[in-house]
């Protein structure tokens, strides 16, 4: 038995992937920046004087880390579902990835928070600077690039679990584009190397402008 | 115009490291704190600025009750400045960002003002040629100095200083002595606690002999250093000297 290899069609279908994989930075990109938001509250949450609040956070932050990312976008798609909250497949891949990487950051956040001493703060402060100035312009600038590239995997990551879209029926991203195309044509291995290497791309695209970034940032 | 405290108690959780401390710092003056660790030298202050809070008594800075409920403890700091043991520079700042900083948000200043100010500072404290240098690429006597330029950025009327020399390699301390001598000469207010008792002597007005919690001793250095009256003094002077 052998296989006879069609790159032809793939090529052709090159830039209805390109499409797919906007899609897929787009759905990687609104996961991120949400779940920034939920980290920083979970990371404050994580903190908190109320129990409640405690309580709250770590289990978010325990199911994200500890759970296969697959189960939490089925969880935003079909749990949620059966709970009478019907969300489309976008939003619940997007969801889902938010649950994650809000999970993963948080601890991330909260580490980054640690290694900036208190004395910065007592420095600042005796400066006159109010608490949220002394905050916003001396802890978080060193948190920043503490986090900087575990924010920067978990970008990375964010792209890769796009795929899982494909299991609650997401067809626009890079993933879904391909896999129509596969069950129209067969053409299999051809149409997901391809993808792979778009995959790849995107990945590498992440971390290489992420270098950039920090080579202009973080000066000191 | 001057620092009051009057009866000044102070515990962290059962310990009580402040037993009733009673001086005036007139303004102009340079009052030198010696003694022991642990003798509650260093609390005093960040009581002073309000860093920590007090159990009983009161501290007056320009009439100002500092612990008081109603007081704007981030305005009274501007005229308070203190220089740590550990330096305490901002790392992601350049040395003359660190500078221009608090000038820039606290006081609000424009630009060209704080770096204008900062640039006089830097000068003064000998850092001149490390403007645009990041903190890291400094020895820890440079940024000690920068520290104190970074206090005195803000125009205050009283420096506070907390063993500025201790963490510091033994051929650095001279630089930043000498960068405090000039600022007694030029009349700063100067709370100064430390280790260093000939330059305690050397410079101060008045000394006053710290020993757990309370002030044994207090008088011109001639006196307290020169020719102690307590025993507790005598004693740690001999440990020390």
């Known amino acids: 038995m052998h296989y006879t290899f069609h790159w032809l069609p793939a090529f052709r279908a090159l830039p209805d992937m390109l499409w797919g994989a906007l899609v897929t930075l787009e759905i990687a990109v609104l996961s991120m920046l949400l779940g920034v938001f939920f980290a920083v509250l979970l990371a404050v949450a994580g ?25 939490q976008i089925y969880m935003a798609y079909f749990g949620l579902g059966s709970l009478g909250i019907h969300l489309d497949s976008f939003p619940a891949l997007l969801a889902g990835i938010t649950f994650n990487n809000a999970g993963y950051l948080a601890e991330t956040f909260r580490g980054g928070l640690r290694a900036v001493p208190p004395t910065q703060i007592r420095a600042a402060r005796s400066l006159g600077m109010g608490q949220i100035q002394a905050f916003r312009l001396i802890v978080l600038p060193q948190m920043f690039r503490v986090v900087f590239y575990p924010m920067t995997n978990q970008m ?65 | 115009m001057s620092i009051l405290i009057d009866d000044v108690h102070k515990s962290f959780g059962s310990l009580e490291v402040i037993k009733g401390v009673t001086m005036t710092v007139e303004k102009g003056e340079v009052v030198s704190v010696i003694g022991g660790s642990g003798s509650g030298k260093s609390t005093l202050l960040m009581c002073i600025n309000g860093l920590e809070p007090i159990n009983s008594g009161r ?93 005195l950025a803000m125009s205050p009327d009283y420096m506070l200083f907390d063993e500025v020399t201790s963490a510091l390699d033994p051929q650095l301390v001279g630089e930043v002595l000498d960068t405090m001598r ?59 000297l």
Not at chain 1, 54 to 61: G, K
């Open chain 1, 47 to 71: 903190g908190s004087q109320y129990r409640v609040l405690r309580a709250a956070a770590s289990t978010w932050v325990e199911l994200a880390r500890n759970t296969p990312a697959l189960f």
């Open chain 1, 156 to 220: 990375v990551w964010a792209i890769l679990m796009t795929s899982l879209g494909v299991i609650v029926g997401l067809n626009n991203d890079l993933t879904g584009v391909t896999q129509e195309l596969n069950v129209r044509s067969f053409r299999t291995f051809e149409y997901f190397a391809l993808a792979a290497v778009i995959y790849y791309l995107l990945a590498k695209f992440v971390t290489l402008s992420a270098r950039l970034m920090a080579w202009r940032l973080f000066r000191y």
């Open chain 2, 59 to 151: 501290i007056l800075v320009d009439g100002t009750d500092v612990h008081a409920r109603g007081t704007d403890l981030n305005k009274l700091r501007r005229k308070i400045g203190i220089v740590f043991q550990q330096w305490n520079a901002f790392p992601h700042l350049t040395v003359l960002e660190n500078v221009m900083l608090a000038p820039r948000k606290v006081l609000g200043k424009s630009k060209a003002e704080a770096q204008a100010v900062a640039v006089e500072k830097l000068t003064h404290v000998g850092l001149a040629e490390k403007l645009n240098v990041y903190p890291s690429k400094l020895s820890g006597g440079q940024q000690q100095r920068m520290a104190i330029a970074r206090a």
């Open chain 2, 182 to 240: 000039l600022l007694s000469k030029e009349g700063m207010t100067m709370i100064v606690v430390t280790h260093e008792i000939a330059f305690a002597r050397e410079v101060s007005d008045r000394v006053a002999f710290f020993h757990k919690g309370r002030i044994h001793e207090i008088g011109p250095p001639s006196q307290v250093i020169g020719n102690p009256q307590q025993p507790e003094t005598v004693a740690f002077l001999k440990s020390v």
